[in-house]
């Protein structure tokens, strides 16, 4: 078992910037990868940006490439989620996941934390 919390939520302006963080406690020893996702009022959740723990490989989907910026603490087992620019878009409440070498899913989630971009 892993579990994930974050942190690092807030009101922004547009245009401003926040930084999430994810701290992972547990079997962090067989983590395979964390993720960012979000969850906008009314939509599905999405992916944001993701690592693979062991090889430091990052991913970004769409919505955040260029602006957000993901990276990693391995020895305090966080992971981070830089976000510059931002829009009222980008409102959302944003998750952390987890996902360990045995299934490669993210299947540990943390409660969320809430993102409102104002314009």
């Known amino acids: 078992q892993v579990q994930v919390v974050e942190s690092g939520g807030g009101l922004v302006q547009a245009g401003g910037s926040l930084r999430l963080s994810c701290t992972a406690s547990?079997?962090?020893?067989?983590?395979?990868?964390m993720g960012w996702f979000r969850q906008a009022p009314g939509k599905k959740r999405e992916s944001v940006a993701g690592v693979i723990w062991s090889t430091g490989s990052t991913y970004y989907e769409d919505s955040g490439k260029g602006r957000f910026t993901i990276s990693t603490d391995n020895a305090k087992n966080t992971v981070y989620l830089q976000m510059n620019s931002l829009k009222p878009e980008d409102t959302a409440v944003y998750y952390c996941a987890a996902a360990l070498k045995a299934t490669q899913a993210y299947d540990y989630w943390g409660q969320g934390t809430q993102v409102t971009v104002s314009s």
């Open positions: 547990g079997r962090t020893f067989s983590l395979y990868a």
